[in-house]
């Protein structure tokens, strides 16, 4: 495996923060902007303010201007926090020897990105998916008990996020699609330190669908919950009545997505619980911190310097398969931002079973 750092990369090589002024973004650009000063370029869509921002205007439904803009040069790598419709913005990247770095929490999106780790290998990009808080310490967490059992048959996941958090418009539309996507499994009744036993629904987080492939673990479930319990309960409710259920009508997902945005229910404090079973051999850990996008931002920043210091072989790896980046979440707890523990109860247990 080469660990080359990457072309461009140099001290004149910029870093393209796309959606670097958003919730995510915006925290990603300040961190980068202490660590490699004069190098970072915020990306939006929205030309006066990149300007006014020292940044570009970029649109990554439009690939043309996208590739016009790479081949520009003097690229080293993109920060991806924004989701494109498919993997385009990625190839043009890869194929270019740009680093990439990717936010995003769509299944099928991210294996349309895993699906050019050739071309990636053959131009010396690395690109990093599964990159925030879940995806990302989702992943990193699930492969530290997944370890600790000597190699889970299963692992359950947990995400509790704060309703009074302004999140980004871009992570309500992604959360509220979500909820009219259809998910296997049953809600679960989870131990969460700090917020008591919550219930937790089955929902389309990208890490259930891709760790199965990276750690080998047979069966992996992510649940949500909310930590308003009255708007946990109401927005799950959404779900319920197959195909008529409400969350499937566009003007009902429309509508909840403009109530979200401007009502702020709850605190902003999120949990991560991750749980792995080897028969009978169980591991937990939890993650606890405040103001996800926040955190996911500066999730991202790591895996951006990371990249740019040459600690990431070329081709495309989700953040668990990266080796530098597993000590992620230590880091994250020395530097205050989140904190960690093992946790041997309340562990997830399938809703109206006695187990
Ligand atoms: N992995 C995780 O744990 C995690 C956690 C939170 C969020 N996310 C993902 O992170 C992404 C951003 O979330 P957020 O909360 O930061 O959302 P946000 O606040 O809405 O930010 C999105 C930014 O992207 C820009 N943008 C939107 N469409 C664009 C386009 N077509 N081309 C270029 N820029 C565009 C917007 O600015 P303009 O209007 O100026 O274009 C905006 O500043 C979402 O995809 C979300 O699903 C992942």
Same mark, same amino acid.
């Given at each position: 495996?080469?660990?080359?750092?990457?072309?461009?990369?140099?001290?004149?090589?910029?870093?393209?923060?796309?959606?670097?002024?958003?919730?995510?973004?915006? +925290?990603?650009?300040?961190?980068?902007?202490?660590?490699?000063?004069?190098? !970072?370029?915020?990306?939006?869509?929205?030309?006066?303010?990149?300007?006014?921002?020292?940044?570009?205007? !970029?649109?990554?439904?439009?690939?043309?201007?996208?590739? #016009? %803009?790479?081949?520009?040069?003097? +690229?080293?790598?993109?920060?991806?926090?924004?989701?494109?419709?498919?993997?385009?913005?990625?190839?043009?990247?890869?194929?270019?020897?740009?680093?990439?770095?990717?936010?995003?929490?769509?299944?099928?999106? $991210?294996?349309?990105?895993?699906?050019?780790?050739?071309?990636?290998? =053959?131009?010396?990009?690395?690109?990093?998916?599964?990159?925030?808080?879940?995806?990302?310490?989702?992943? %990193?967490?699930?492969?530290?008990?997944?370890?600790?059992?000597?190699?889970?048959?299963?692992?359950?996941?947990?995400?509790?996020?704060?309703?009074?958090?302004?999140?980004?418009?871009?992570?309500? =539309?992604?959360? +509220?699609?979500? $909820?009219?996507?259809?998910?296997?499994? =049953?809600?679960?009744?989870?131990?969460?330190?700090?917020?008591?036993?919550?219930?937790?629904?089955?929902?389309?987080?990208?890490?259930?669908?891709?760790?199965?492939?990276? %750690?080998?673990?047979?069966?992996?479930?992510?649940?949500?919950?909310?930590?308003?319990?009255?708007?946990?309960?109401?927005?799950?409710? %959404?779900?319920?009545?197959?195909?008529?259920?409400?969350?499937?009508?566009?003007?009902?997902?429309?509508?909840?997505?403009?109530?979200?945005?401007?009502?702020?229910?709850?605190?902003?404090?999120?949990?991560?619980?991750?749980?792995?079973?080897?028969?009978?051999?169980?591991?937990? $850990?939890?993650?606890?911190?405040?103001?996800?996008?926040?955190?996911?931002? $500066?999730?991202?920043?790591?895996?951006?310097?990371?990249?740019?210091?040459?600690?990431?072989?070329?081709?495309?790896?989700?953040?668990?398969?990266?080796?530098?980046?597993?000590?992620?979440?230590?880091?994250?707890?020395?530097?205050?931002?989140?904190?960690? #523990?093992?946790?041997?109860?309340?562990?997830? =247990?399938?809703?109206?079973?006695?187990?």
């Amino acid at each position: 495996m080469t660990t080359a750092k990457i072309p461009g990369a140099g001290p004149a090589g910029r870093i393209l923060v796309v959606g670097g002024h958003g919730a995510v973004g915006t +925290v990603v650009v300040r961190a980068l902007d202490a660590w490699f000063p004069g190098r !970072v370029l915020p990306a939006g869509r929205d030309e006066a303010r990149a300007r006014r921002t020292g940044g570009v205007r !970029v649109d990554v439904g439009d690939p043309d201007g996208f590739r #016009r %803009l790479l081949d520009r040069g003097g +690229v080293a790598l993109v920060v991806l926090c924004v989701e494109p419709r498919d993997a385009t913005v990625a190839r043009l990247c890869l194929e270019r020897g740009v680093g990439l770095v990717d936010v995003g929490a769509t299944a099928r999106l $991210l294996d349309g990105v895993t699906a050019l780790g050739e071309t990636a290998g =053959r131009a010396g990009a690395p690109a990093v998916l599964s990159v925030g808080v879940a995806p990302g310490l989702t992943n %990193l967490l699930a492969r530290r008990v997944h370890e600790a059992v000597g190699g889970a048959d299963r692992v359950d996941l947990t995400l509790l996020l704060g309703a009074g958090e302004r999140h980004g418009a871009d992570a309500l =539309r992604w959360t +509220v699609e979500g $909820l009219a996507t259809p998910v296997p499994g =049953r809600p679960a009744r989870v131990g969460l330190p700090d917020h008591g036993t919550r219930t937790a629904h089955p929902f389309p987080f990208s890490d259930q669908y891709t760790l199965p492939g990276t %750690l080998g673990v047979p069966d992996v479930t992510t649940r949500l919950c909310l930590d308003s319990r009255p708007l946990n309960a109401a927005l799950f409710a %959404l779900r319920r009545g197959g195909r008529a259920r409400p969350a499937a009508r566009p003007g009902v997902r429309r509508l909840l997505r403009d109530v979200m945005g401007r009502v702020h229910v709850g605190g902003d404090a999120f949990a991560v619980r991750a749980d792995a079973w080897r028969g009978e051999r169980h591991a937990g $850990l939890v993650l606890g911190g405040r103001a996800q996008s926040r955190v996911t931002g $500066l999730v991202a920043a790591h895996v951006a310097r990371a990249v740019l210091d040459g600690a990431v072989p070329a081709g495309v790896r989700h953040i668990e398969e990266v080796a530098a980046l597993t000590g992620l979440p230590d880091r994250l707890a020395a530097e205050g931002a989140v904190s960690l #523990r093992t946790v041997t109860s309340g562990a997830p =247990r399938p809703a109206g079973s006695a187990r």
